[in-house]
């Protein structure tokens, strides 16, 4: 198996633009997770998904982020617009949920820059 | 709502020290535990989980994990530590498919 396969593995951009990261998790994992690491907060879940469905979303920071798992096999986190502050390492992880162990997989990680 | 707590935010060590790492978790429910770690760079991997049988559970490298359901406590040791454990530990609680992490302990294992 691949693994939870992530895009892209490095991002620098500049303030007030568009941001989107992907995801490709493991092939039968029903939940889907987006977390941030940062330095200063370590690492937060911002929104996980089961069965393609948002389930919690109260960690996403705020209306300039939004997720979207349109199918089994794919998601994506984008923030509109981005800010400096946004810099950060974003990590995508699936399971298998009630049926499995909960244990995580995680991607390699997005590492955004924001200028 | 289940929270975890790891009480060492840094710890920092010689080689061939014995390590053990705190983690209480604040769930009363069924749950299963892991131990992730995070080498400097990478992505977060499986240490080492518990979801039934046997509370001492042995995981990869050396370590190995304790569960002590009177005390909500999932701790972490290793007998002898190398300097190529440096990494960030974290435990984590899931329950019904949503996994809760502790903050992290950074390990330092000086040569």
């Known amino acids: 198996d691949a693994g939870v396969i992530q895009s892209p593995r490095h991002e620098v951009t500049e303030m007030g633009q568009e941001v989107t990261l992907r995801c490709k998790p493991i092939?039968?994992?029903?939940?889907l997770f987006w977390y941030r690491q940062t330095m200063m907060r370590g690492l937060e879940l911002l929104i996980y998904?089961?069965?393609?469905?948002?389930?919690?979303d109260s960690g996403m920071p705020e209306d300039r982020f939004s997720a979207k798992m349109p199918n089994a096999s794919f998601s994506t986190l984008k923030i509109q617009p981005s800010e400096p502050r946004d810099s950060a390492v974003y990590f995508c992880?699936?399971?298998?949920?009630?049926?499995?162990?909960?244990?995580?997989?995680f991607g390699e990680g997005s590492r955004l820059t924001v200028l | 709502a289940q929270s975890v707590s790891q009480h060492n935010h840094h710890v920092i060590l010689s080689e061939a020290a014995s390590l053990e790492l705190g983690c209480n978790y604040s769930?009363?429910?069924?749950?299963?535990l892991f131990w992730y770690v995070q080498y400097p760079g990478q992505h977060l991997q499986l240490l080492l989980k518990?979801?039934?049988?046997?509370?001492l559970v042995k995981g990869i490298k050396g370590f190995e994990a304790e569960f002590i359901k009177s005390k909500f406590s999932f701790n972490l040791r290793k007998p002898s530590v190398q300097w190529s454990d440096t990494a960030e530990y974290f435990c984590?609680?899931?329950?019904?498919?949503?996994?809760?992490f502790g903050d992290g302990t950074t390990l330092t294992v000086k040569p």
């Open positions: 518990y979801f039934s049988g046997d509370p």
């Open positions: 984590a609680v899931t329950n019904a498919g949503k996994s809760t």
């Open positions: 769930y009363g429910g069924t749950v299963n």
């Open positions: 998904f089961n069965n393609n469905v948002p389930i919690d």
């Open positions: 092939s039968g994992h029903d939940y």
């Open positions: 992880a699936s399971s298998l949920g009630t049926s499995g162990t909960g244990e995580l997989f």
